[in-house]
């Protein structure tokens, strides 16, 4: 996932005051490490929420919300077989 992180910031297109890319541990990093909370508009979660525990799941999720404004949008993929939990 950081080869991901760094070849969005890498991309002559990218735009560091309207996007900003990080890599972390959502179960245990507090996403407002990051963000500023309340403040995102928009969350892409990729092939993640798959592969956390259900016993995480909430406070995953809370943590997200945490940097959210009032509506998010949280995006993501997701996949029964990732053998990841």
Request: proline share 4%; with cysteine; net charge negative.
């Amino acid at each position: 996932m950081q080869d991901f992180f760094y070849r969005v910031k890498e991309n002559p297109q990218f735009d560091g005051n309207r996007c900003h890319p990080f890599c972390c541990d959502v179960t245990s990093d507090s996403l407002t490490n990051y963000v500023a909370e309340a403040s995102a508009d928009l969350a892409t979660v990729i092939f993640c929420l798959s592969a956390i525990h259900p016993s995480k799941m909430v406070a995953v999720l809370e943590n997200i919300y945490s940097v959210s404004e009032i509506l998010l949008t949280v995006s993501f993929a997701y996949t029964e077989n990732t053998n990841c939990i």
